[in-house]
């Protein structure tokens, strides 16, 4: 069938895999700000640069965490 070929599902893995990646980024973002004493869209606002370069870290983090995950789950 059709949906079996290896491109449709490489497609699919790869639209999944973005969808998880945005929504693991969202995830991450809110609890590191719930957890932290410090408010991080005040301190961005400030211009607090040490706290842009961590927010960009976790980003960067998830974002080959998840890249990864669906690069071994593609045939």
């Known amino acids: 069938m059709w949906y079996e070929t290896p491109l449709f599902l490489n497609g699919i893995y790869a639209v999944v895999g973005v969808i998880l990646g945005i929504a693991s980024a969202i995830i991450t973002y809110r609890l590191i700000n719930h957890f932290t004493h410090f408010d991080i869209p ?3 606002e400030k211009g ?28």
């Open 48 to 75: 607090n640069l040490a706290v842009g370069v961590v927010v960009c870290g976790i980003f960067i983090m998830i974002g080959l965490i998840v890249g990864l995950i669906i690069g071994m789950s593609l045939n």
């Open 42 to 44: 005040n301190e961005l």
